[in-house]
């Protein structure tokens, strides 16, 4: 199997990353934390880190002496079937969290936006034009993360920065009032949702710099960004925050600024930005793999079967809150990071370990 050629910054690779998962941040639904006040989310993301950390540890391990190699290579050197039995399931799990984005951006679309509007034809649109995206391929991607980053950030800040008037201290509730478990639990679901641990996990030997900075300056960063919307999201709109389908556009509604009124529009800008990225992002990863490991296509018709499998899903979950729900599911999002991004590089190292061992044997 040939790698592909292709590599870019880390800069660019962890733009790119960040804006991934500003989207999961910004599309935060209030029903992910029923179980635990608003107040505690300001130090859930402290555990994030600590989690985030920990589970990468297998992949820092690994490709700290074979960083010219990806997973899916190094297990191809062994095996070429077990290596196909792993691309699958990378590419499944890429396929998943490429529908639960789309059927995210659908929903808001369709309850807020467009609230009286069939957004069926947009759902099409966006895929199609996320589909464009990953034909640009990885370099491109990267590049547009960069540009798409100069805007988000301020627009984030912005943002953040007219609502500072309307804090009100009053609103924040003490801390692990129910206790510190449910933080934990909240913590875990949420690094469940990072698909991005699984891209690190396949993409690193593509990307060239001190990654482990930019593993770490990412993490931060994303984390932060976090603490600091549910910070305003708490002081600013209290328990109200917590009724809404998503707190975060309601919370941008609230923003005003001089001539522009509210700033529900930046919002959903960015949220359109990060979509376009990750989803597009997501399917270049399935195409990759599906080219490296089986094919002998050209990547334009990967995409094309993944556009049109991706369409056929949406349109199926659509305008339909309990199949969104049961999709969008917070156990599935656990298991399958646990799996990428833990067991499947931990099983690697383990046979590694051990054949390595054996030829020191036979010597």
Request: with cysteine.
């Amino acid at each position: 199997m040939e790698v592909s050629k292709g590599k870019i910054s880390v800069f660019q690779f962890f733009s790119m990353l960040f804006l991934s998962r500003t989207l999961t941040t910004v599309t935060y639904l209030s029903s992910y934390t029923e179980n635990i006040r608003l107040s505690d989310m300001l130090v859930q993301p402290v555990f994030r880190i600590i989690i985030g950390t920990a589970i990468m540890v297998p992949v820092y391990l690994l490709y700290k002496k074979h960083n010219d190699k990806n997973l899916l290579e190094i297990i191809g050197e062994r095996s070429k079937v077990i290596s196909r039995c792993v691309s699958v399931f990378y590419i499944l799990t890429f396929f998943y969290f490429t529908v639960v984005t789309i059927a995210r951006l659908d929903l808001f679309a369709g309850t807020i936006v467009f609230p009286e509007t069939d957004v069926d034809f947009m759902l099409v649109f966006a895929i199609i034009l996320c589909c464009y995206g990953a034909y640009l391929g990885f370099e491109a991607l990267g590049r547009s993360s960069v540009i798409s980053a100069v805007f988000v950030v301020p627009a984030l800040i912005f943002i953040m920065v007219t609502l500072v008037e309307k804090v009100d201290f009053l609103n924040l509730t003490p801390l692990f009032y129910n206790g510190v478990t449910p933080v934990i639990k909240v913590a875990v679901d949420s690094v469940g949702q990072t698909v991005e641990y699984a891209i690190i996990a396949l993409m690193l030997p593509r990307v060239k710099g001190n990654v482990k900075k930019g593993f770490f300056v990412w993490l931060i960063l994303q984390t932060f960004l976090m603490a600091i919307m549910f910070f305003f999201a708490c002081t600013v709109m209290g328990n109200f925050a917590s009724t809404q389908l998503f707190p975060f556009h309601t919370l941008a509604s609230l923003a005003e600024f001089a001539m522009f009124g509210r700033l529900d529009a930046i919002f959903t800008s960015v949220w359109i930005m990060c979509a376009f990225i990750k989803a597009g992002l997501l399917i270049f990863l399935q195409k990759d793999i599906l080219k490296t490991q089986f094919g002998k296509f050209k990547g334009a018709y990967y995409i094309v079967a993944i556009g049109i499998l991706t369409i056929i899903s949406n349109l199926f979950i659509s305008g339909r809150i309990e199949r969104f729900t049961f999709i969008d599911n917070s156990i599935i999002k656990i298991i399958i990071t646990g799996v990428t991004v833990v067991i499947i590089p931990l099983c690697v190292l383990i046979f590694m370990r051990k054949e390595k061992r054996k030829c020191e044997k036979q010597e």
